[in-house]
């Protein structure tokens, strides 16, 4: 069971979220689209896997991994936005997702 608005889990019985007070669901709403996703622990392991101040290329790397639903996140992504000569963009995936991000990448770079 998860609650709807906080993506909480709970065990089966339950049928309300103890912080929303909202009604539980049996799937997300996203629970399709994520479901090749790992589930996310707070000390998952995140490594850098590329740094790119180049925006387009951000932008196509952000998309593959979104269609192939690999968890990521971005380091320095709004500072770039605000200032263009700041840190460049760094994404960063779980350990776990390393070799697959990297294997993409490569692909990415041959293509272009
Ligand atoms: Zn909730």
Redesign the pocket.
């Known amino acids: 069971m998860f ?6 889990e709970y065990v089966t019985g339950i049928t309300q ?6 009604p ?1 669901v049996d799937i997300l709403p996203e629970e399709r689209k994520t479901e090749k996703r790992k589930h996310i622990h707070p000390k998952m392991n995140y490594m850098e896997v590329l740094i790119t101040s180049n925006a387009g290329e951000l932008a196509l790397v952000k998309s593959v991994l979104d269609d192939v639903g690999i968890e990521y996140f971005i380091k320095g992504e709004h500072l770039q936005i605000a200032y263009s000569c700041a840190d460049p963009a760094r994404l960063m995936v779980s350990e776990d997702d390393v070799k697959e991000v990297q294997k993409i990448l490569q692909q990415l770079t041959q293509e272009a």
């Not at 979220?17 to 909202?22: L, W």
């Open positions: 609650c709807p608005n906080c993506k909480a979220c103890a912080d929303c007070n909202i539980l």
